[in-house]
């Protein structure tokens, strides 16, 4: 499953890239986010919980590691 939403984060960042002169990425919506797009951590706040990070190639939420 991991491995499905790194493939997937790669093909929207390749996407936006080509893109990048011309548009910006649309950011997901942060209450939205509940989980990271490549790991499946749990985002959100409290000591458990790891912080949001989005990519401004491809808009996708990301824990920091």
Known sequence: R???RNTQHKQRAKRAAQ???TEK???AKDKHARFC???SSKLGLGSANRRRHH???CG???CAD
């Open 25 to 27: 990425a649309a950011w």
């Open 2 to 4: 991991s491995a499905q």
């Open 55 to 57: 990519c401004r190639a």
């Open 60 to 62: 996708g939420v990301f």
């Open 37 to 39: 797009e490549q790991c």
């Open 19 to 21: 893109h990048k002169q």
